[in-house]
């Protein structure tokens, strides 16, 4: 089973696509020797090169199915990141890792390779529409679909500028560096929506003042209309869309009275953040890793240590949290299976990215291109 599909992409001038495939346990050719690899239900790949320097990746799986997904991209348009945190099952976050950068390249291409907010928020909105589209066509057949969703977390690196677009409650922490003191600041460039966070109720009720139950406390959790924690996803069309909040969906999801506006939005917050040579890295995470580690505590974790292997440390490090807070050894938390796991810990998938300042001064592409992306069977 191959978590990691690695393809180098020389795109000819008539469009053709050569593809070699490398896969995990390789790591010759241009991979620039990197280790990827598997330990238990732990997927790695240490470190490997894109436009703007290196970059280490890895996912630990806790649902019976893998419901996270993520890519890495990068060629001459600059480089793009997604974390793509599922949720209710693993449709909703697999068809965005199929569609969303695609799209994102149509629409860039349609504005000479050009890069806004304004093209990155049409991605998101193109990616919304189309798997709208895919729950209309399998109502009849698969009406659960209108039930899964996921959280969005995009980076794009364009010229020297990098953009961040969320949706729900992934995040990117920078790695900043402070004068030269040899210390490391850790900023935290996304905005997250989940209604735990006293912000997010407040644009809530904000959005939704005639409606007392917007928000509900349940459990100790807040959630939207006591079913969802996050107020922005891609999918969750059962929250936006009234025809699809009714049977034959599971009872536990239907509202007791008429939806006569989405509840839930698919428009990401967008920052732009001028690229800086004190800009050391970047961590992109899905919650799971935020759920056991501070910002702080994870841009100490990588600043102090070599690059490789940075992704999987912090996996590594907040399970081993994860495990403490049970009371229990981290070598016996890595002998459950999937499924149980769930009960200690979520998916979780970190990317970091190094930025090497020369090469993005100096304009840099990846040549050929890059295309790592999570790749689970399924």
Known sequence: MNLFSLCWKPFGPDGENHETNGVLGGGGGTTGGSREGKDGLLWFRDIGKYGSGEFSMAVVQANQVLEDQSQIESGQF???????????????????????????RAITAESHGVVTAETIQKAFRQTEEGFTTLVSELWGSRPNMAT???????????????????????RVVLGKKVGNTGGMAAMQ???????????????LKELHPNDPQIVVLKHGVWRVKG???????????????????REPINAKFRLPE????????????????????????LIFASDGLWEHLSNEKAVDIVHSHPCAGSAKRLVKAALQEAARKREMRYSDLR?????????????????????????????AVQDPPVSVRSALEH
């Open 78 to 104: 600059g480089t793009f990141v997604g974390i793509y945190d599922g949720h209710g099952g693993p449709e909703a976050a697999r068809y965005v890792c199929d569609h969303l950068f695609s799209n994102f």
């Open 148 to 170: 899964v969703g996921t959280c969005c977390l995009v980076g794009v690196i364009y010229q020297q500028t990098l953009f961040i677009a969320s949706l729900g409650d992934s």
């Open 189 to 203: 460039l996304s905005t997250e929506h989940n209604a735990n966070i006293e912000a997010t109720r407040h644009e």
């Open 227 to 245: 079913i969802i924690q996050v107020s922005r996803s891609i999918g969750d069309l059962y929250m936006k869309h009234a025809q699809y909040n």
């Open 258 to 281: 008429p939806m006569n506006m989405p509840l839930l939005s698919a428009n990401p917050t967008i920052i732009s953040h001028p690229l800086h040579p004190s800009d050391s890295f």
């Open 335 to 363: 002998k459950i299976d999937k499924k149980v796991r769930r009960h200690f810990h979520d998916d979780i998938t970190v990317i970091v990215l190094f930025f090497n300042h020369d090469l993005i001064s100096r304009g």
